[in-house]
Nanobody
Framework: QVQLVESGGGLVQAGGSLRLSCAASGGALSGNAMGWHRQAPGNQRELVAT???????NYADSVKGRFAISRDNAKRSVYLQMNSLKPEDTAVYYCNADVYGIGGLRNYWGQGTQVTVSS
């Protein structure tokens, strides 16, 4: 069974840093882009960053220059380094990836990890 498991969330003061990790199990990553999204209470889920298998990255304007996405294809993992965190970064963060499982290629979401930034 394919799973994406996130870790690394928590409570941090404004200006601090956190590193999120997401590991895929039960299947093989496709060559498609992997991404991080977030959802704050009362808001829609929004794209934070994506990275292709070749390492090309894309960021939401609100996190450019503060967040960095990376991936390790051998470890079937994607990471999000978050620096200079702001209270408005508070949200549940989800990773997203296309994974080859028993049933073929499907899009998967992780269970989410809470990030809370205090002012």
């Amino acid at each position: 069974q394919v799973q994406l498991v996130e870790s690394g969330g928590g409570l941090v003061q404004a200006g601090g840093s956190l590193r999120l990790s997401c590991a895929a199990s039960g299947g093989a990553l496709s060559g498609n882009a992997m991404g991080w999204h977030r959802q704050a209470p009362g808001n829609q889920r929004e794209l934070v960053a994506t990275i292709t298998s070749g390492g090309r990255t894309n960021y939401a304007d609100s996190v450019k220059g503060r967040f960095a996405i990376s991936r390790d294809n051998a470890k079937r993992s994607v990471y999000l380094q978050m620096n200079s965190l702001k209270p408005e970064d508070t949200a549940v963060y989800y990773c997203n990836a296309d994974v080859y499982g028993i049933g073929g290629l499907r899009n998967y979401w992780g269970q989410g990890t809470q990030v809370t930034v205090s002012s």
